[in-house]
């Protein structure tokens, strides 16, 4: 069963502008989150982590939001640049089940010139 | 500052040949997961390791599956007789005890099965 859904396969944003990437879960044992980063051929790369007793996360040009109550989760990149074209994973966990991370689909972020 | 390395970073073999992985976490990490990656799909939680010990295992992984952390240290993946639906991304992470909720992954090794 999948618990952990990214409902957008792919996004195309021009560069400056803002991407929005959106994650859903069904369970709420869930009590941190994260995104990941993944370009072809590379592992996932660790970007941002928001706790379940936050509801905001900023980290530069990536502000993570959480909210429980809907039992969603979106990444902001603001301004989206060229590099920032890749696989975006949403990913959550909870510590009594060690952490072990449950991964969405995927969005496959497209940076236009 | 030295990451998570894994060896091979691409194998491929014949069905029924057996193949193993080797992951080296970042130095003082203690926790070491292994996830498979196929197309289309985030990556899928195997099994993983509290320094020697194997904690879980997930039932994705049969019976030709075996994974190994013999000091704490480096840890093995072996596949028994491979078939084609073993053809996948297989990652490795690891974690610091006391940040077990941020895992740092390794390039994968891709495994082909013909």
């Known amino acids: 069963d999948q618990q952990v859904k990214q409902n957008s396969p792919s996004l195309s944003v021009q560069e400056g502008r803002i991407s929005i990437l959106n994650c859903d879960y069904t369970n709420s044992m869930f009590d941190y989150f994260l995104w990941y980063k993944k370009y072809p051929a590379e592992g996932p790369t660790f970007l941002i982590s928001?706790?379940?007793?936050?509801d905001k996360n900023e980290d530069g040009r990536f502000t993570v939001f959480l909210n429980k109550s809907a039992k969603h989760l979106s990444l902001h990149i603001v301004p989206s640049q060229p590099g920032d074209s890749a696989v975006y994973f949403c990913?959550?966990?909870?510590?009594?089940?060690?952490?072990?991370?449950?991964f969405g689909a995927g969005t496959t972020v497209t940076v236009r010139a | 500052d030295t990451g998570v390395s894994q060896d091979p970073r691409h194998k491929i073999t014949k069905r029924g040949q057996n193949v193993t992985f080797r992951c080296d976490p970042i130095s003082e990490h203690n926790r070491l997961y292994w996830y498979r990656q196929t197309l289309g799909q985030g990556p899928e939680f195997l099994t993983y390791f509290q320094n020697e010990a194997q904690l879980e295992k997930s039932r994705l992984l049969s019976d030709r599956f075996s994974a190994e952390r013999p000091k704490g240290s480096f840890s093995t993946l072996e596949i028994q007789r491979t078939e084609q639906g073993d053809s996948a991304m297989y990652l490795c992470a690891s974690s610091h005890w006391d940040s077990s909720y941020e895992q740092y992954f390794g390039p994968g090794t891709r495994l082909t099965v013909t």
């Open positions: 990913a959550a966990s909870n510590h009594v089940d060690d952490y072990k991370l449950s």
């Open positions: 928001i706790s379940s007793i936050k």
